[in-house]
């Protein structure tokens, strides 16, 4: 099959700045912390580098992903890769300007030596923000395109499950230190049920995505909307239960606070966040199931 390469007015449109200035400022990014030496970090906490690691990963995966959609956008190749391109390119963005938003307040919270500024530092965290914003304005240049060319994950129950599974990649390195950390006054099966909520949730937003993006939802063995209604109900109950977990360890931390490092409360009060935030989204996103669902049993 012939490569059709883009015609020069196509290496001026919206999607192909946006995503070359996504490629040049997430390589930038993760190049300037690599760069950073022991020094330039904050070296009172104990659980630097989880969240240096968790920062890295995401700059360099999403740079990764980009510059491969960037390529297979110019040379015209997507229309030979089996999945649903419109879903994915909208995925990337989305979830990648969720992602560096976490990164552009995690780098200057917890890793950055506010004692001891370097221009590389400041530089990485003005970079990061620059690169959140890229990816916003990829999210903002795709939805305002034709719904068909948008497709399922462009819609308000898309948007919901990329901010789910958002949330759960949030949970990763809170999770990790709490669990691999020093003890922090928190009951070990607090721990292990947070865990357990956490991952069942991650794994169904991973199958949910996979379905869409590889378009197998015909080939589900229940229809897909009831597929999606149960995953969203099962995600409400086990994350209202992280919820109600997240609380009790604040109260917890409140009445142990002289033994407890400012920072380590800190991270459980994030935590508690990110999770109230997420079960907001299971919530809205099984009402719009049990709307479809009665949509189509009324029809």
Not at 63 to 75: E, K, N, R
Not at 179 to 199: A, D, E, F
Request: charged share 10%; aromatic share 12%; hydrophobic share 50%.
């Amino acid at each position: 099959m012939p490569v059709i390469v883009l015609e020069a007015k196509d290496f001026t449109s919206p999607l192909f700045v946006v995503r070359t200035w996504e490629v040049l400022s997430s390589c930038t990014t993760f190049s300037l912390v690599a760069s950073l030496d022991s020094s330039e970090l904050n070296k009172n906490l104990s659980y630097l580098n989880t969240f240096r690691i968790f920062c890295m990963f995401t700059w360099c995966f999403f740079f990764t992903l980009t510059l491969l959609i960037h390529i297979l956008s110019v040379i015209q190749f997507h229309s030979l890769i089996p999945i649903s391109w419109k879903n994915l390119t909208m995925t990337v963005a989305v979830l990648g300007a969720l992602m560096c938003l976490s990164t552009s307040v995690v780098f200057p919270w917890i890793i950055m030596d506010h004692q001891k500024l370097s221009t590389h530092t400041v530089a990485a965290a003005v970079l990061s923000c620059l690169t959140f914003l890229a990816y916003t304005s990829e999210s903002y240049v795709l939805r305002t395109q034709a719904h068909e060319q948008r497709g399922y994950m462009g819609s308000m129950p898309g948007l919901l499950k990329i901010l789910q599974l958002w949330g759960g990649c949030q949970m990763i390195p809170l999770v990790v230190d709490v669990v691999c950390g020093p003890p922090s006054g928190v009951h070990c099966w607090q721990r292990w049920v947070s865990c357990m909520s956490y991952g069942v949730c991650i794994f169904m937003s991973l199958v949910t995505l996979v379905v869409i993006l590889g378009d197998f939802a015909g080939r589900c063995l229940l229809p897909f909307d009831r597929f999606l209604a149960g995953f969203s109900l099962i995600g409400v109950l086990f994350y209202m239960v992280a919820t109600v977990i997240c609380f009790t360890k604040i109260l917890q931390l409140r009445d142990i606070r002289h033994s407890i490092p400012n920072k380590g409360s800190e991270l459980v009060i994030a935590e508690t966040v990110v999770a109230s935030i997420t079960l907001l989204a299971y919530t809205v996103d099984l009402a719009f199931s049990i709307k479809l669902l009665c949509d189509r049993s009324h029809a």
